[in-house]
């Protein structure tokens, strides 16, 4: 991960100003396997096919309809959440990931990986257990900062 990272976070950081940021002062931590359990696997290449119907009532469909509001609201070629078209496709969680499909910033993100981040979202923000050791693995890779030549620097 630190190696797919930081060459990107580093020329981010340049490009707006920042001092150099040493390879040594990014740290990464990997959670993402507390999630995979959470979607029924353990292990895979891919994302579980999931799909409109696997979009859970409640906090995943309105987390999924106000990222469909918001697309609208900065994208100009997403239609929003009450425009008339001639489709057919009838759910509003159909409508949003189709929407959600055409946008500059969900374009390229296969629809089960949108509905699989719905439901990790979801396992973060409700479940203890999940919640707890996604904390634990980024408390274990943040040190403490230090003062070092007039900057705060983690360590």
Known sequence: MHAARYPALADGLTRA???PLPESDLECA???DLFRIFVGRTLAVQDPPLDASDVAEGLESDL???LWAEAARTDETVLPPGARTL???SGAVQR???ALS???????????????GLKQVRAYLTDPVVHAAVQQRLAD???PAVQV???RRAV
Not at 107 to 115: D, M, Y
Request: aromatic content about 12%.
């Open 102 to 116: 055409r946008s500059r910033f969900f374009a390229g993100v296969a629809l089960r990986t949108l509905v699989a």
């Open 87 to 89: 489709a057919r496709t």
């Open 149 to 151: 030549a007039g900057q």
């Open 141 to 143: 890779r943040i040190a």
């Open 17 to 19: 100003g920042a001092p």
């Open 30 to 32: 990997f959670y993402g």
């Open 64 to 66: 999924l309809l106000a």
């Open 96 to 98: 949003a990931l189709n």
